[in-house]
């Protein structure tokens, strides 16, 4: 949980983040050893930073000339126990922040800046970005080694850009915070279904990043979709921790103030001129589902429509599969059928287990029960997050 702003502050003070993660990973070994015999201190958060940022400063004057260096690295000597808290959600000086825009630093590729900040900033492990990616482990491990040492010799500042700069990086900081986000809401693997602490990190980065920019429409789409979708958390898990479908969630669970909060920056979106982008599409179709007081309520219609208009501006096979979901309300599960079985070759979904799962609904709704049968069980050996995996389970046995 709090890996994230380590790194971030050690950044700062080496200029490196592979170092600054592996200084990070010394401070979480130092906790290791000494909390068992001194007790975890109050603020154990404020203890990693503190332990990592003075072993930053040794390696800093190690390297340089003392005198030189204490002009540069200022405030980061001072020999306190503790950080001060941030000083708000839209500080520019935000470290975590700072950080996603130095991980999406035009040297790197796309594909890497993506897989390096979320190694950084969300704690992923390969397999996770992998399984965002929909690409193999070795690749993205491959990604994150090649994105460290790129930036280490180019020497890249650690800092938020203003101006054509902070535009040209916009779109992999936006990705990013979305792939972050979705890692939290749908875990990869693992014993829970939801990582909690992801999504709040995700959505704290969006609002930040909302407040910088506060003319870019997309930025505000994103905070909106992020919003709404974090207001069902309560309601995706029951007592025991196992997934509860959208169609039997109940909506009182439901937090009003997110939803309130995600239509307020979807309306901002749309100010903007935003309401074509990617995000903001999305934030509509999660609005439609916000304003459905009971499942049977919801406008399946107007999210086949709003699924059209993403696939037209942000085509993907995943997009794809979830327009198909929609049709299939809107219009029976016929037509939804066909086009996920026009999506069956796809090389992006050849492990996807989200593929077999909606062909199985389909098939049960069509009466198919055999049929229905072997696409959730085969769905539940594709995924590695276990309460997905009873759940699918339980819907071939039923």
């Known amino acids: 949980m709090e890996s994230a702003r380590i790194i971030a502050t050690v950044a700062r003070i ?30 154990p958060g404020a203890w990693l930073t503190a332990t990592a940022k003075h072993r930053a400063v040794d390696l800093v004057r190690r390297r340089e000339t003392y005198a030189r260096k204490l002009a540069e690295v200022g405030r980061e000597l001072t020999d306190t126990a503790y950080d ?11 470290d975590v922040l700072r950080l996603v825009f130095t991980t999406c630093h035009p040297v790197l590729s796309a594909e890497a800046r993506t ?52 535009a040209a990086r916009l779109g992999s900081v936006l990705e990013v915070i979305y792939l972050i986000f979705n890692e939290g809401y749908a875990a990869t693997a693992g014993d829970d279904l939801l990582r909690p602490a992801l999504c709040e990190d995700a959505l704290r ?34 007592p025991d921790g196992q997934p509860v479908l959208l ?27 935003g309401a074509t982008g990617p995000y903001a599409l999305q934030a509509a179709i999660a609005a439609c589902h916000a304003r459905a ?13 709003l699924y059209g208009r993403l696939a037209a501006v942000a085509p993907s096979p995943v997009v794809e599969l979830n327009r198909a979901v929609a049709v299939s309300m809107a219009e029976g599960p016929e037509a939804g059928l066909a ?31 055999e049929e229905a049968r072997a696409e959730f069980a085969r769905a539940a050996e594709l995924t590695r997050n276990e309460r997905e995996r009873a759940l699918l389970r339980r819907r071939a046995a039923g």
């Open 339 to 369: 086009l996920v079985d026009a999506l069956a070759a796809a090389p992006a979904l050849a492990r996807y287990h989200l593929l077999p799962s909606v062909r199985g609904d389909l098939l049960a709704r069509l009466g198919r029960e």
């Open 84 to 94: 001060p808290e941030p000083s708000g959600p839209g500080d520019i000086d935000d």
């Open 293 to 305: 007081a009971r499942y049977e309520e919801t406008d399946w219609a107007t999210i086949a429509a």
């Open 14 to 43: 080496v200029r490196d983040v592979g170092i600054a993660e592996e200084i990070a990973q010394d401070a979480l070994v130092a906790a290791l050893e000494q909390w068992p015999r001194t007790g975890v201190p109050d603020r």
């Open 205 to 238: 980065l969006a609002r930040v990043l909302a407040a910088l920019m506060p003319r870019e429409g997309e930025v505000h789409g994103l905070a909106a979709l992020l919003e709404i979708q974090a207001s069902r958390t309560a309601a995706r898990t029951g």
């Open 115 to 166: 897989a390096l900040t979320l190694r950084l900033l969300g704690g992923l492990r390969t397999d996770e970005i992998a399984r965002a990616f929909l690409v193999p482990e070795p690749t993205v491990a491959a990604r994150v080694t090649r994105a460290k040492r790129t930036l280490a010799r180019s020497g890249v500042a650690f800092e938020v850009p203003y101006g054509e700069d902070r």
């Open 247 to 273: 169609a039997d969630q109940d909506r009182r669970r439901w937090d009003r103030l997110l939803i309130r909060r995600g239509y307020a920056a979807l309306g901002r979106a749309v100010e903007e001129g």
